[in-house]
């Protein structure tokens, strides 16, 4: 499966997990920084994504990456593609 998500062209994001109480599943949480367009201050948005975990590998608090991915279910389009950083 690993060398199938090598050659994948989606997009990549990084962000947090902030669950995984679901079977092979985790919720990424994914911020980004957006400049308001009139007073030209930086505000950080956040977003929270549904992705495929198929070794319950992730604990909550993880740094992880996702790429895009096939729909696997209503809400599931990302796979995890590795774990940055373990939480302590």
Wanted: aromatic content about 6%; hydrophobic content about 40%; some cysteine.
């Amino acid at each position: 499966m690993a060398a199938d998500l090598e050659h994948r062209k989606g997009r990549a994001l990084a962000g947090t997990v902030v669950s995984n109480k679901n079977d092979k599943t985790i919720v990424v949480r994914v911020e980004t920084l957006v400049q308001h367009p009139l007073l030209k201050k930086f505000i950080r948005r956040h977003k929270k994504f549904m992705a495929h975990d198929p070794n319950n590998e992730c604990g909550i608090g993880d740094k992880v990456r996702i790429i895009e991915y096939r729909p696997l279910s209503r809400n599931k389009r990302w796979h995890l593609y590795s774990i940055v950083e373990k939480a302590v």
